[in-house]
């Protein structure tokens, strides 16, 4: 007789509970998402950008304006005094405009000069935007010290949607336009052997040439770190990147 083997213990009962979640531990995709979807991009430049361009303006329209009108606004020209009577002793520190260069038909200067107005446009609907579709905000514009530091130039223009991702791009476009061409303008001269100002003296150099040229290359670099890492950062808010802290030296904020 064949005899069945007793199981030594019962099985146990199954659970009929559901599980306990570990998605308080690891957040979902859903949770990533959802946390995305709330964060709120804008283009936020400090008012040092503002400063900048109503200094700069102007100053590149005094310029294009003498090169376009010569030999008119040259010494000796109909329209030279008082308006452009600064580019005769200009003339003789950089000859790209003075009457070597023109006599020459050197066209790098006319050139420039046709560039400054395309860049100019784009600057004056950048002002456009950031006035018209935008906001004064007392707080710390992007890539500058606090407000409590530099006062009103360190506080913030606010525009946000398509608009200030329209300003981001026209900024950053023209930024990038005018530290390209005066570095072009730099690489020139040194690739000519400094042919139109190497007979300037050091100081002479330095304080009519390289510091007043230098300028449109340093603040068109912050204008371009700004306005870029805005770019970025809409890019990889809308790519469903993460959103690691509200500062605003980081990539990607929350507003």
């Known amino acids: 007789m064949v005899s069945t083997r007793s199981h030594p213990k019962e099985f146990p009962e199954p659970e009929l509970t559901p599980t306990k979640s570990t998605s308080t531990s690891t957040p979902s995709r859903t949770t990533r998402k959802a946390g995305n979807a709330s964060a709120k991009w804008a283009?936020?430049?400090?008012?040092?950008?503002?400063?900048?361009?109503?200094?700069?303006?102007?100053?590149v329209a005094w310029d294009t304006g003498y090169v376009m009108l010569r030999p008119h606004s040259?010494?000796?020209?109909?329209?030279?005094?008082?308006?452009?009577?600064?580019?005769?002793?200009y003339g003789k520190v950089d000859y790209i405009y003075g009457w070597k260069a023109f006599n020459e038909n050197n066209g790098f200067t006319a050139a420039q000069g046709a560039l400054n107005i395309v860049e100019s446009l784009m600057y004056f609907y950048y002002l456009y935007i950031l006035f018209v579709d935008g906001k004064q905000v007392?707080?710390?514009?992007?890539?500058?010290?606090?407000?409590?530091?530099?006062?009103?130039?360190?506080?913030?223009?606010?525009?946000?949607?398509g608009k200030g991702a329209l300003a981001a791009l026209v900024g950053f476009s023209?930024?990038?336009?005018?530290?390209?061409?005066?570095?072009?303008?730099?690489?020139?001269?040194?690739?000519?052997?400094?042919?139109?100002?190497?007979?300037?003296?050091?100081?002479?150099l330095i304080l009519l040439w390289i510091i007043p040229n230098g300028a449109w290359i340093a603040l068109p670099i912050y204008i371009c770190y700004v306005t870029g890492s805005e770019i970025i950062?809409?890019?990889?808010?809308?790519?469903?990147?993460?959103?690691?802290?509200?500062?605003?030296?980081?990539?990607v904020k929350t507003e």
């Open 43 to 59: 283009h936020t430049p400090s008012n040092l950008t503002l400063l900048w361009l109503f200094i700069s303006l102007p100053l």
């Open 74 to 89: 040259m010494p000796g020209g109909s329209v030279h005094w008082p308006i452009w009577a600064p580019y005769e002793l």
């Open 138 to 161: 007392a707080k710390r514009g992007r890539g500058a010290l606090s407000p409590g530091v530099l006062g009103w130039i360190g506080e913030q223009r606010y525009v946000d949607g």
């Open 174 to 204: 023209a930024a990038l336009m005018t530290l390209s061409k005066t570095v072009l303008y730099w690489l020139n001269e040194y690739f000519s052997g400094f042919e139109n100002i190497g007979h300037n003296s050091v100081i002479d």
């Open 233 to 251: 950062q809409g890019l990889t808010i809308a790519a469903g990147g993460a959103v690691p802290s509200s500062d605003d030296t980081f990539l």
